[in-house]
């Protein structure tokens, strides 16, 4: 019922920002939780973080704790993923999911994320 377009990647230098969008089409998207997955080349898909349905919770990885922000607009069916003080290790393919996931221990999982987008890359160079 969800359809997901991430935008907003792009080459940066070491230290840069960039604001990554996914644009979710659906009425159900409000009942979804979101999160922000990210693959290296040779990597597995990795957490970087996610938001409840209403969001007032939000669950970071430790290595971009500090860094990284969501923010969620169920009235403009977007999410939004603030990257500051960007480092090479950040470089990767980032991709917007969608799940409606009721326990707080499951959300780090790509498994329990039933809509994927297509992905936007992310290159931050040193």
């Known amino acids: 019922q969800v359809q997901l377009v991430e935008s907003g990647g792009g080459l940066v230098q070491a230290g840069d920002s960039l604001r990554l969008s996914c644009a979710a089409s659906?009425?159900?998207?409000?009942?979804?939780?979101m999160g922000w997955f990210r693959q290296a080349p040779g990597k597995e898909r990795e957490f970087v973080v996610a938001?409840?349905?209403?969001?007032?919770?939000?669950y970071y990885a430790d290595s971009v704790k500090g860094r990284f922000i969501i923010v969620r607009n169920n009235a403009r069916n977007t999410v939004l993923l603030q990257m500051n003080s960007l480092k090479p290790e950040d470089t990767a393919v980032y991709y917007c999911?969608?799940?409606?996931?009721?326990?707080?221990?499951?959300?780090?999982?790509?498994?329990?994320?039933?809509?994927w987008g297509q992905g936007t890359q992310v290159t931050v160079s040193s």
């Open positions: 999911a969608a799940g409606k996931i009721t326990s707080v221990t499951t959300m780090t999982s790509p498994h329990s994320y039933d809509y």
């Open positions: 659906g009425r159900t998207f409000s009942s979804y939780a």
């Open positions: 938001i409840n349905w209403s969001g007032d919770n939000t």
